[in-house]
């Protein structure tokens, strides 16, 4: 119980771990090993992917790209491979961020994974030090038989928007909707960068009295 409540609440209030849970169980997976500093692949199917490639990017909190590798791979059956090391990061004092990226045969990002690093052991009071970003959301949603569907896009440009958290609210008394599930949520998004959530949750509230939010750490226009 003391694991299943880090993911949810008595409220069915949906928290980070659930999400970093999902990601790291990913049957097809790439991932920082902190011990080694080593980019690994993961594949627990029972099938072997080739003409696959691993993209690795190391950014400072000014969103700016101080290494990246990319590597062409293939993930055999059932087995983790080590691909290369990531380098320590001289140039940088406290919190950055690595992203891994995979894509197939066609170039296609098939997942990313994004790990906040610190050169200051279990020290990460740097993340206040983030830029403000301006974060772009487009949402639509419809009711169909009771239960409203949609999409809620989120992109940024020039700084990395950090930790976003999509909620549901009642707009005339401002308590929260729930449950609400999404296919994503408390995304972090490097300069440039675009997701899309998919959501649904039930009410009998008409949709001009549903209101979403999108709480981000260090966005300037919430």
């Not at 899309?196 to 549903?210: A, C, G, M, Y």
Request: charged content about 25%; some cysteine.
């Amino acid at each position: 119980t003391a694991l299943r409540g880090q993911m949810y609440d008595w409220y069915l209030d949906v928290n980070a771990s659930l999400y970093g849970t999902r990601k790291g169980c990913e049957p097809l997976h790439p991932y920082y090993n902190m011990h080694t500093k080593q980019v690994e692949l993961m594949n627990t199917t029972l099938n072997t992917y080739k003409g696959l490639t691993v993209k690795a990017e190391v950014y400072n909190r000014e969103g700016n790209i101080i290494w990246e590798h990319t590597l062409p791979t293939d993930a055999p059956v059932n087995d983790v491979k080590t691909l290369f090391a990531v380098p320590e990061m001289k140039e940088v004092t406290g919190v950055y961020f690595l992203k891994l990226s995979l894509f197939d045969k066609n170039q296609q990002e098939l997942t990313d994974n994004i790990y906040w690093l610190t050169t200051t052991p279990k020290d990460y009071s740097t993340l206040n030090a983030l830029p403000k970003a301006h974060l772009n959301k487009e949402i639509a949603f419809e009711k169909r038989d009771g239960l409203y569907e949609g999409t809620i896009t989120l992109a940024t440009d020039k700084a990395i928007s950090f930790f976003n958290r999509i909620k549901v609210f009642d707009r005339s008394t401002g308590k929260r909707i729930l449950p609400v599930h999404y296919s994503d949520n408390y995304i972090t998004l490097m300069p440039g960068d675009k997701k899309t959530v998919v959501f649904s949750f039930r009410t009998d509230l008409p949709k001009e009295q549903i209101l979403i939010r999108v709480e981000g750490w260090n966005n300037s226009d919430e």
